[in-house]
């Protein structure tokens, strides 16, 4: 397999938010997805930056998703698709916006070094019901999954400072090479080609890759009928 490109990355903004009660279908929900840039170097633990946390941690937060990255070109997208919409960064909920390539070459797995802390793609973005409290419209869940825009969540390998404006340095690229768009691909899929049977099987030696995926691409390629071809 040919080496993969090391495309730069730069960190534009640091985005935190702590939870919040708000009024949704006449309901309060407490909801973390309100963030904000914030100035400095921020302190970025196991779980969590400094000055952010997760509201519903059975499906929010943990060591395997302690950051949510997402990509300007993201951004770029949803503009199109919501003129007139004020779109500031961390307008997804994500903690970290930043400038590089897309889900298709950021791969489960890949570890890079932001600032004095270092980290490792772990899975995909699932939206859930908050993304339509964020933008006002439950119809928003189903877009962001058909944008295919999905953004990708990161472990913490080693805590640090990080801030806007830091480069994201490539350490190591996993040689099983897996890309969060793929991931995501795979997990929305009716049926599964030879091709994407293989590439499952790719994703579960991947390390970084969390037990509740692994889990289900493994009961996923059962109930298909493909666990052995």
């Known amino acids: 397999m040919a080496p993969r490109a090391r495309s730069a990355i730069k960190l534009i903004s640091v985005n935190c938010g702590l939870p919040k009660e708000v009024l949704w279908h006449g309901q309060s929900v407490t909801t973390s997805i309100f963030k904000a840039p914030v100035e400095g170097r921020v302190a970025l633990r196991t779980l969590n930056l400094d000055g952010d946390r997760q509201s519903d941690l059975s499906v929010h937060g943990g060591k395997d998703k302690a950051v949510y990255c997402y990509q300007l070109s993201h951004y770029d997208y949803w503009k199109a698709k919501l003129p007139g919409r004020a779109l500031p ?3 997804f909920g994500e ?13 489960i797995g890949d570890r890079f070094a932001i600032g004095s802390a270092e980290v ?6 699932m939206p859930c019901y908050k993304l339509g409290i964020r933008f006002e419209s439950d119809e928003m869940i189903k877009r962001f999954l058909e944008s295919g825009r999905m953004g990708f969540y ?3 390998t080693r805590e640090g400072e990080v801030g806007a ?6 350490l190591s690229l996993d040689p099983h090479a897996v890309p969060v768009s793929a991931i995501m691909r795979l997990y929305v899929a009716k049926k599964y080609e030879t091709s994407d049977v293989a590439m499952v099987r790719q994703a579960l030696e991947v390390e970084a890759l969390t037990d509740s995926w692994k889990d289900y691409f493994r009961e996923k390629l059962t109930l298909l009928g493909a666990s052995r071809i």
Not at 95 to 107: E, K, L
Not at 120 to 125: D, G, H, K, N, S
């Open 165 to 170: 404006g830091d480069e994201i340095r490539t």
């Open 95 to 107: 903690n970290f916006t930043i400038d590089g390539p897309d889900d298709d070459s950021i791969h």
């Open 89 to 91: 960064p961390g307008s």
């Open 120 to 125: 490792v793609v772990t899975q995909p973005r």
């Open 154 to 156: 990161l472990a913490v």
